[in-house]
């Protein structure tokens, strides 16, 4: 049948709660993995990064999940503020060597 | 420093015209990603280049698609013929030894009618 457009999944949070975006990588070879944030109208930006021997890392407000048993990855952003309003994306390296991202989440958040 | 610059930010024009997109990379970045951006593709990543070389173009959709690196601060992504398919958001991208953390343009928002 004919494509139709994608709708990004949207993450809806009050500001100063804590949120959470997920992804789902697909191979089980990716041994590093990062986040971006794409505001309207910009180009993405690197936020964090994780390699596959660690299951946490965290940043300035920011913290990277790994679960390499079920191929997960999530990033927690505390405290979120109306600036963190973004598409958020994950992209995993493969042995392939080059970035291969997700679709992407949006986050909104409400003031 | 001013980031990677790309120009023009917007481009349209008709079905069979040749298109050229622009970027200069952050001085010193040996390496250069051209991305197109598209809602129902996402994020695709079309050639990239490491000290002006052309490492890995099977992204290039067709060869309609050509792209090169004259030297380390400009590189040229030119489309030709243009069709209403090719209408997307390009972005270019630069990075420093290391292919993960890339530093991304503002994008060349293309519409081709």
């Known amino acids: 049948g004919e494509s139709v457009g994608l709708h990004l999944p949207t993450l809806s949070v009050q500001e100063g709660d804590n949120s959470i975006i997920n992804c789902a990588y697909s191979?089980?070879?990716?041994?590093?993995f990062i986040w971006y944030k794409q505001e309207s109208g910009k180009g993405p930006q690197f936020i964090i990064d994780?390699?596959?021997?660690?299951d946490k890392r965290q940043g300035q407000r920011v913290t990277v999940l790994l679960n390499k048993t079920v191929k997960h990855l999530s990033l927690q952003i505390a405290a979120t503020q109306p600036g963190d309003s973004a598409v958020y994306f994950c992209?995993?390296?493969?042995?392939?060597?080059?970035?291969?991202f997700g679709q992407g989440t949006t986050l909104q958040v409400k003031p | 420093d001013a980031g990677v610059i790309q120009s023009p930010r917007h481009e349209v024009t008709e079905m069979g015209q040749e298109v050229t997109l622009r970027c200069k990379p952050i001085?010193?970045?040996?390496?250069l990603f051209w991305y197109r951006q598209t809602m129902m593709r996402g994020l695709e990543l079309l050639i990239y280049?490491?000290?002006?070389?052309?490492?890995?173009d099977s992204g290039m959709p067709e060869d309609r698609f050509s792209a090169k690196m004259p030297n380390a601060s400009f590189s040229t992504l030119k489309i030709q013929p243009s069709e209403p398919r090719d209408s997307a958001v390009y972005f270019c991208?630069?990075?420093?030894?290391?292919?993960?953390?890339?530093?991304f343009g503002a994008g060349t928002r293309l519409s081709v009618l």
């Open positions: 991208a630069s990075s420093l030894f290391d292919l993960n953390i890339q530093y």
């Open positions: 191979n089980s070879a990716s041994d590093y």
């Open positions: 994780i390699r596959s021997n660690m």
């Open positions: 992209a995993e390296n493969s042995n392939t060597g080059k970035l291969i």
């Open positions: 001085s010193g970045h040996d390496y």
């Open positions: 280049f490491n000290n002006n070389v052309p490492i890995d």
